[in-house]
Nanobody, 123 residues
Framework: QVQLVESGGGLVQAGGSLRLSCAAS????????MSWFRQAPGKEREFVAA????????YYADSVKGRFTISRDNAKNTVYLQMNSLKPEDTAVYYC????????????????WGQGTQVTVSS
């Protein structure tokens, strides 16, 4: 059983930056594909970014491509989401997610979820 704990959310002005962290425990972190999703009020949970267990490949939603960067440090059992040039429409609860050996971009296919961290971007 993998436990995921996100941190780093907060309130930021449009154009600003935040870095989210997700600390994993309870499994062999280096064997898990990791993803970030987000959910805004009244909307479905949507894919944001993913990184393979090796860290060699990354994937992004079109809405964040060029502004967000996902990375991982397997020695620290942590995955990061660097968010730059934030927009009000990025406001959401951001969730860390994990799947053994694979990555998934559909919320219904995720094996493990964190509790989420709120990101609010003011205009």
């Amino acid at each position: 059983q993998v436990q995921l704990v996100e941190s780093g959310g907060g309130l930021v002005q449009a154009g600003g930056s935040l870095r989210l962290s997700c600390a994993a425990s309870g499994g062999t972190f280096s064997r898990y594909g990791m993803s970030w999703f987000r959910q805004a009020p009244g909307k479905e949970r949507e894919f944001v970014a993913a990184i393979r267990w090796s860290g060699g490949s990354t994937y992004y939603a079109d809405s964040v491509k060029g502004r967000f960067t996902i990375s991982r440090d397997n020695a620290k059992n942590t995955v990061y989401l660097q968010m730059n040039s934030l927009k009000p429409e990025d406001t959401a609860v951001y969730y860390c997610a994990a799947n053994f050996l694979v990555i998934r971009t559909s919320a219904s296919d995720i094996d493990y979820w964190g509790q989420g961290t709120q990101v609010t971007v003011s205009s």
